[in-house]
């Protein structure tokens, strides 16, 4: 192991370190960052969309040399029942911009990419290094970390958690509770292989465009859940994820549910004739702002999944990731030109300044969501059935008058949900949306 000191160990070679690491290096600060995997990215599974805004305040002209698959012209948001979808699409020529807001990427080209930006930052990166402890002084002040390799000790005056999701090193550290299963969801994804023109002419795109789908209803058996599609350039991913603990009751596997999604008789023929080269699953923290551990204390500071960053209701992670990264690798490169200490006191700035961002924002904004969707798990399976046997009776055409088939889907509602139930869930989820 290496035997001098740095000025900050980062956990994580994900788009949270990656972002830390790459803030205080760019500024002249001496990095150590320590990855558990074979290669940055060699761990880590993501949908996956990545939002240009959060990359750009860190690399403003990532474009020029990223990984990127599509840019996003098309968001598809779907209610499905076991026969059906009724959708919300939204397609514009604007998003064919100079500087498209969204693409999807592949993670483990793109954690590679990032982490040689972060390398030519000047930080060092060691992989196949998993940190198993922090180090403390007397005075409990965190001084460095343990790893798994011999003589495996390095220090530091502040260490950045950006560990993920399972947080093991916080969690054994005492940092943080265990993860509960209510909050955490597991997610299954595959990535199908299919030929470029294939992809552009069922999806209707041209050149680089992509398309996205997000699902929710009968598809997650009555589970708290969302699943995706994604267009990349010459691959598709698809995945579905559920709340733990509801798996834990419901006694539905991830596999069976994702087979169940990719054989809807509206994802089979987009899916037709691929190939399946990639599987994988992992967790997504979604317990939103009220599940969010302690940030920061005296020589440490946690970013990204391992902080429960996510927004599950837009789904966006790695955005939530890079700005808190970068945030917190600021806040220490702030202090550090200060001369100040890295103690519990000062490193409250890291937090201050994550308020004012859309961060904290949004995940205040959405904090009564989870509980919501927890405990209206009808949201999942009632009213996307409702919702299409409804469009079902609309668009048929079968003799009957409108004035009746108005009426008919009124009483589907009403027999489905009662009047006083239907008011109750408009009322409650207009609460928990703001
Ligand atoms: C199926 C799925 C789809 C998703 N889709 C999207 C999407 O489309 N858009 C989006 O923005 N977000 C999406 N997310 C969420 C997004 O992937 C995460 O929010 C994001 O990856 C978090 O970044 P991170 O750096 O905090 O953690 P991670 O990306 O998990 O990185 C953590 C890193 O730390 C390393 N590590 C862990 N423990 C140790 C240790 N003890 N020592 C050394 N190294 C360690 C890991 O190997 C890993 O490389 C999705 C997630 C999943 C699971």
């Known amino acids: 192991m290496i035997e001098e000191r740095f000025d900050a160990i980062v956990v994580g070679a994900g788009p949270s370190g990656n972002a830390a690491a790459y803030t205080m290096a760019k500024e002249g600060l001496k990095v150590l960052q320590l990855e558990r995997g074979e290669y940055p990215g060699s761990k880590n599974v993501q949908g996956a969309i990545l939002y240009a805004n959060a990359l750009e305040k860190l690399i403003p002209d990532f474009r020029e040399d990223a990984p990127l698959e599509r840019h996003i012209i098309e968001q598809r948001i779907w209610t499905m029942d076991d026969k059906s979808y009724v959708g919300m699409h939204y397609r514009s020529e604007d998003f064919n911009e100079e500087r498209p807001n969204r693409y999807t990427i592949i993670r483990a080209q793109f954690d590679k990419w990032f982490s040689r930006k972060v390398r030519e930052a000047g930080a060092t990166l060691l992989c196949e290094t998993t940190v198993k402890e922090l180090l403390r002084d007397a005075k409990g002040k965190v001084i460095g970390v343990r790893t798994d390799r011999d003589n495996g000790v390095a220090f530091a005056d502040v260490v950045i958690l950006g560990e993920g999701v399972n947080g093991l090193v916080g969690q054994r550290s005492g940092l943080r509770s265990e993860l509960k299963p209510d909050s955490v969801a597991l997610a299954v994804k595959e990535m199908h292989f299919l030929p470029r023109e294939v992809i552009e002419s069922r999806f209707n795109l041209k050149d680089n465009e992509g398309v996205v789908i997000e699902a929710m209803g009968t598809i997650t058996a009555g589970m708290t859940g969302t699943a995706f599609l994604y267009t990349n350039q010459e691959s598709i991913s698809v995945g579905i994820g559920c709340i733990v603990s509801d798996f834990a009751e419901n006694g539905a596997t991830p596999y069976g549910l994702l087979e169940a999604f990719k054989n809807?008789?509206?994802?089979?023929?987009?899916?037709?004739?691929?190939?399946?080269?990639?599987?994988?699953?992992?967790?997504?923290?979604?317990?939103?702002?009220?599940?969010?551990?302690?940030?920061?204390?005296?020589?440490?500071?946690?970013?990204?999944?391992?902080?429960?960053?996510?927004?599950?209701?837009?789904?966006?992670?790695?955005?939530?990731?890079?700005?808190?990264?970068?945030?917190?690798?600021?806040?220490?490169?702030?202090?550090?030109?200060?001369?100040?200490?890295?103690?519990?006191?000062?490193?409250?700035?890291?937090?201050?300044?994550?308020?004012?961002?859309?961060?904290?924002?949004?995940?205040?904004?959405?904090?009564?969501?989870?509980?919501?969707?927890?405990?209206?798990?009808?949201?999942?399976?009632?009213?996307?059935?409702?919702?299409?046997?409804?469009?079902?009776?609309?668009?048929?055409?079968?003799?009957?008058?409108?004035?009746?088939?108005?009426?008919?889907?009124?009483?589907?509602?009403?027999?489905?949900?009662?009047?006083?139930?239907?008011?109750?869930?408009?009322?409650?989820?207009?609460?928990?949306?703001?």
């Not at 979604?286 to 940030?295: A, M, T």
């Not at 690798?329 to 890295?342: A, N, P, Q, S, Y």
């Not at 890291?350 to 904090?367: H, P």
């Not at 299409?388 to 009426?407: H, I, M, N, P, Y």
């Open 264 to 434: 809807h008789p509206s994802i089979k023929p987009l899916l037709a004739n691929s190939e399946c080269k990639e599987y994988a699953a992992h967790l997504i923290p979604e317990g939103g702002y009220n599940s969010i551990p302690e940030l920061y204390g005296d020589g440490w500071i946690v970013v990204g999944d391992a902080g429960q960053f996510v927004n599950a209701v837009h789904r966006e992670g790695s955005n939530l990731a890079m700005t808190t990264g970068r945030i917190a690798g600021e806040t220490v490169v702030w202090l550090k030109r200060r001369r100040e200490e890295l103690s519990k006191a000062n490193l409250a700035e890291y937090k201050r300044r994550l308020d004012e961002t859309f961060v904290m924002k949004d995940l205040k904004k959405y904090r009564r969501i989870p509980a919501f969707l927890h405990n209206n798990k009808h949201v999942f399976g009632l009213y996307p059935k409702l919702v299409a046997a409804a469009a079902q009776t609309w668009f048929r055409v079968d003799g009957a008058d409108k004035l009746s088939k108005e009426k008919e889907i009124l009483k589907s509602f009403r027999k489905g949900r009662t009047l006083s139930g239907l008011i109750g869930d408009a009322f409650k989820l207009a609460r928990s949306w703001r």
